[in-house]
Structure formats: structure tokens, C-alpha cells
């Protein structure tokens, strides 16, 4: 298997504008996380699915994001409008549903830079 | 809540060996987890211990777990210059609520030749 694949690696954008991150989990697994890192704050779960389904994104900043999935095998994170201080790395992870604990396998992440 | 905290950094010569700490506040945790992040890439799990346990070791890896002091350590034996990386431990507690995996802010550990 591939792994969690994410897209793109690296995203440079303008402030204002909208920026969409990509994920492809391992297949066969059930849950999907999205997180961020930042020095400052360190990893945070933003938001996580359970079988295509929002279970809670009490982590979600603010509502200029937004996630979405239409499948088991793609999940998007959205930005609009894009700020500065959405700078950060975002990975994404998956698990399966009776895995040892719900060990999560994470994306290579996309580092986002926002000018 | 569930709140997981580590040192920041720790540094350490090669061959010696290493100790990363971590403490939760979450009684109700059922797996404790390190994780290992390398320089431009995600995390990838390096051991867990179940709740129930209170050591387990993996070739280089001794993870101890002191339940009364919700306290959970890493060492890592034989340190090696590619050991150097970010370490996160992680609770995962079960609840009515919802599971959740609770990271700590991570460890950042220097390997000196």
C-alpha cells in the first residue's frame, strides 16, 4: 500500500485566496483525521471522519474552513478566505475502525504558506 | 479533559542512552502511544504500550508506564545519530463522547556524534 497520500506537498498563496488540501487514506481504513502543526501551537486535531461522516471538528479554527468527504478514498480541507496566519503544515491521517488502540497512520502532510 | 505534556528538547551523544518524559491527566486512557517525526515528514508510530502494562520493550525501545503517576517515558538505547527527531507521546481514552487521540506538543531530541 501507498500510504496516506496528500496534495500538494507545498502550497504558496496570496491572502484572500482559496486554498484546498487533499487526502487519500490507506484503503479499508475508516476513520480519517485532518490535523496542523505549528511551532506555536504544536499539533492540533482539526477535524476527523468516521466512515465518510464528520464525528467532531470542534478543532476546526473558524469558519473559513471547511472539510469535506465524498468517498472513502478522498477528503479535501478548505481555506476561503486564506490567511497569514494559516501557515502551518496539515496532515492527514487514517485508521481503521478495530485497529490495535486506533493507530493512525499519517500523510507526509502539505506545508501552507500564506504571503 | 485530557491534556498531555513533554519536555521541549533534549539532547544526547551517540551511544548513549536517551530518556524522553511525558505526563497525562487522563486516568481513563487505554493506549499510550510515541510517536517519531523526521524532518519534513508525518508522524509514524514507533511503539504503545496498553494501559494495563507497565513496561514493554521493542529492541532498542523500553517504554515504562507508571499509572498511579500518569507518567509514560521513552528510552531509547544506544542512541543514534538517525534517532534524531521529534518525539510525541499520545493518550487515547475512549468515551461516551467520542474516542480521541491527544498528542503532547513533542520532544525535540538532538543526537550528537
Known amino acids: 500500500d501507498a500510504g496516506v497520500i496528500q496534495s500538494p506537498r507545498h502550497e504558496v498563496t496570496e491572502m484572500g485566496q482559496e486554498v484546498t488540501l487533499r487526502c487519500k487514506p490507506i484503503?479499508?481504513?475508516?476513520?480519517l483525521f485532518w490535523y496542523r502543526q505549528t511551532m506555536m501551537r504544536g499539533l492540533e486535531l482539526l477535524i476527523y471522519f468516521n466512515n465518510n461522516v464528520p464525528i467532531d471538528d470542534s478543532g476546526m479554527p473558524e469558519d473559513r474552513f471547511s472539510a469535506k468527504m465524498p468517498n472513502a478514498s478522498f477528503s479535501t480541507l478548505k481555506i476561503q478566505p486564506s490567511e497569514p496566519r494559516d501557515s502551518a503544515v496539515y496532515f492527514c491521517?487514517?485508521?481503521?475502525?478495530?485497529?490495535?488502540?486506533?493507530?493512525?497512520?499519517f500523510g507526509p502532510g502539505t506545508r501552507l504558506t500564506v504571503l | 479533559g485530557e491534556d498531555v505534556e513533554q519536555s521541549l528538547f533534549l539532547s544526547v551523544r551517540e551511544g548513549d542512552s536517551s530518556v524522553i518524559n511525558c505526563t497525562y491527566t487522563?486516568?481513563?486512557?487505554?493506549?499510550l502511544y510515541w510517536y517519531k517525526q523526521e524532518p519534513g515528514a508525518g508522524l509514524q508510530l514507533l511503539t504503545y504500550?496498553?494501559?494495563?502494562?507497565d513496561m514493554k520493550q521493542d529492541q532498542r525501545l523500553t517504554v515504562l508506564l507508571n499509572k498511579k503517576d500518569k507518567h509514560l517515558s521513552l528510552r531509547i538505547a544506544d542512541t543514534q545519530t538517525g534517532d534524531s527527531a521529534i518525539y510525541f507521546c499520545a493518550e487515547y481514552v475512549i468515551k461516551a463522547a467520542g474516542n480521541k487521540l491527544t498528542f503532547g506538543g513533542g520532544t525535540r531530541v538532538l543526537v550528537k556524534p
Open positions: 484503503s479499508g481504513h475508516d476513520y
Open positions: 504500550i496498553f494501559s494495563n502494562m
Open positions: 487522563d486516568s481513563s486512557s487505554t493506549y
Open positions: 491521517a487514517s485508521s481503521v475502525l478495530a485497529g490495535e488502540g486506533n493507530e493512525q497512520f
